[in-house]
């Protein structure tokens, strides 16, 4: 089984700190993502690892610009 992935890079500033976000389209291949786009943040010591899913990279990069926003 193969899955073809498109990467599409988001920079986001909040304050001091830079992120580049990646945000992966699915071209092709089977999946059970809810949405066509996805981004993946990895695990730290204050947080679990999380996926966030959207119908377009924009709106992926929207939530998990709101969810770091809003991170202590």
Same mark, same amino acid.
Do not use: C
């Given at each position: 089984?193969? &899955?073809?992935? =498109? !990467?599409? =890079? %988001? *920079?986001?500033?909040? @304050?001091?700190? +830079?992120?580049?976000? =990646?945000? !992966? !389209?699915?071209? $092709?291949?089977? +999946?059970?993502?809810? @949405?066509?786009?996805?981004? =993946?943040?990895?695990?730290?010591? &204050?947080?679990?690892?999380? +996926?966030? %899913? @959207?119908?377009?990279?924009?709106?992926? $990069?929207?939530? *998990? +610009?709101?969810?770091?926003? !809003?991170?202590?």
């Amino acid at each position: 089984m193969f &899955r073809l992935i =498109r !990467e599409h =890079r %988001y *920079i986001l500033s909040l @304050g001091l700190d +830079t992120h580049v976000l =990646r945000v !992966e !389209e699915l071209i $092709a291949g089977p +999946t059970s993502w809810p @949405g066509k786009f996805r981004i =993946r943040l990895p695990a730290s010591m &204050r947080s679990e690892a999380k +996926t966030f %899913y @959207g119908a377009t990279g924009n709106q992926v $990069a929207r939530k *998990i +610009t709101a969810f770091l926003s !809003e991170a202590p």
